[in-house]
């Protein structure tokens, strides 16, 4: 009997000692890479990193296993942020408006009323000579831009609106993104900036903390402030794209080979954004006004330029490293808006 237990016992340790390990390498083979978000799983943000996960998985399946994080599970934009720029997250999507208090030079895409046009705004955040440094020069922060997401334009609603007119904004608070620059323009409106998280909103307006917020259609519908605020007018005040940032050292610490790889997937992550986008604008305008009873307001936006627009002489003047990319803004709209004449032109 002894000489049995014996060898099931010596048995049992062999397992312990070449089995286990081999799973264990097996299952450490693969490096897992975090993406967290704070957009739900319908949003096209979701959808644009599903398609991520599908094509590195289908290329690099072996050595990598993405795991996709959104409705802010691993924390608020702030702190996922800082958690990629330790490496705890690889990929984190977040707000261009929030960046600007890790790096300043993303505070040029802040400025209210900078892109006239969405195709200006498309032209500009596709050339990478112009966002390129920014998108690279941000090492010493602990991470990199690869790619940009579509996050439309942003408008007010509030629950006592619409709002018409700047005077109407006039003693009503009203959420911001946490960044000085969307503080200032509310100051600049008239109105009284409470900055907040994103997730903290939908409560905020309900429970009379706040008078309204101002963000895109998909707030409306896919966070459900469309329950709360009846009205939505377009002043289409920014174009406030979402950044795809990276750790740093993770890209550094990746194979040549596989980099390739990574950055066909994140070309193909953010073409997918774009075009979900596009979609779910629309459906959200559809179900926020059929379903949920939202009305949208075509407000005169000059008043509102007028009044946001020393925030680019403000901005300039604290920052002079940005007059260069201020400018090659200004030259690519020229020339966006020259080909859209041309265009014009020979379609007569
Ligand atoms: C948009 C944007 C998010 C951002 C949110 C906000 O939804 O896509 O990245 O967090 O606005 O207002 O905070």
């Known amino acids: 009997l002894f000489s049995q237990f014996a060898i099931i016992l010596s ?25 967290a978000h704070n957009q739900s799983s319908n949003h096209p943000t979701h959808i644009g990193m599903e398609a991520f996960e599908k094509y590195i998985e289908q290329e690099l399946g072996d050595k990598y296993d993405v795991q996709i994080y959104p409705s802010e599970l691993l924390g608020t934009q702030t702190n996922m942020v800082q958690l990629t720029q330790t490496g705890a997250i690889e990929i984190t999507v ?27 705004y498309h032209a500009v955040m596709n050339d990478p000579e112009i966002v390129g440094p920014i998108f690279n020069g941000t090492e010493e922060s602990g991470f990199i831009t690869k790619a940009w997401l579509d996050a439309g334009t942003r408008n007010f609603y509030v629950t006592k609106g619409p709002i018409e007119k700047p005077s109407d904004l ?147 003047e604290a920052n002079p490293s940005l007059e260069k990319i201020y400018k090659q803004i200004e030259e690519k709209a020229k020339t966006v808006k020259a080909e859209d004449k041309e265009a014009q032109a020979d379609a007569k």
């Open 11 to 35: 048995l049992l340790s062999v397992l312990v000692m070449v089995v286990l390990p081999v799973q264990v390498q097996a299952e450490q083979k693969q490096r897992i890479i975090r993406i």
């Open 94 to 120: 977040a707000s261009n408006s929030i960046l600007e208090t890790f790096n300043q030079q993303f505070q040029i895409f802040n400025l209210p009323y900078l892109f006239e046009t969405p195709e200006i």
């Open 170 to 316: 006039s003693g009503l608070k009203i959420r911001v993104q946490q960044s000085p620059t969307n503080v200032r323009m509310m100051e600049l409106l008239g109105g009284s900036a409470t900055p907040m998280g994103f997730g903290d909103v939908y409560t905020a307006i309900q429970s009379g903390v706040i008078d309204g917020a101002e963000n895109n259609e998909l707030a409306l519908t896919e966070n459900g402030h469309g329950d709360i605020v009846k009205n939505y007018s377009y002043t289409l005040h920014q174009m406030i794209p979402d950044e795809v940032i990276v750790n740093s050292r993770f890209l550094d610490e990746l194979p040549a080979e596989d980099k390739k790889i990574f950055d066909k997937g994140f070309q193909i992550m953010q073409d997918t954004q774009h075009q979900a986008w596009q979609e779910k604008v629309e459906e959200a305008r559809e179900k926020a006004e059929k379903d949920m009873g939202v009305k949208f307001n075509y407000p005169d936006t000059a008043p509102f330029r007028e009044a946001v627009m020393p925030l680019h002489k403000e901005v300039l």
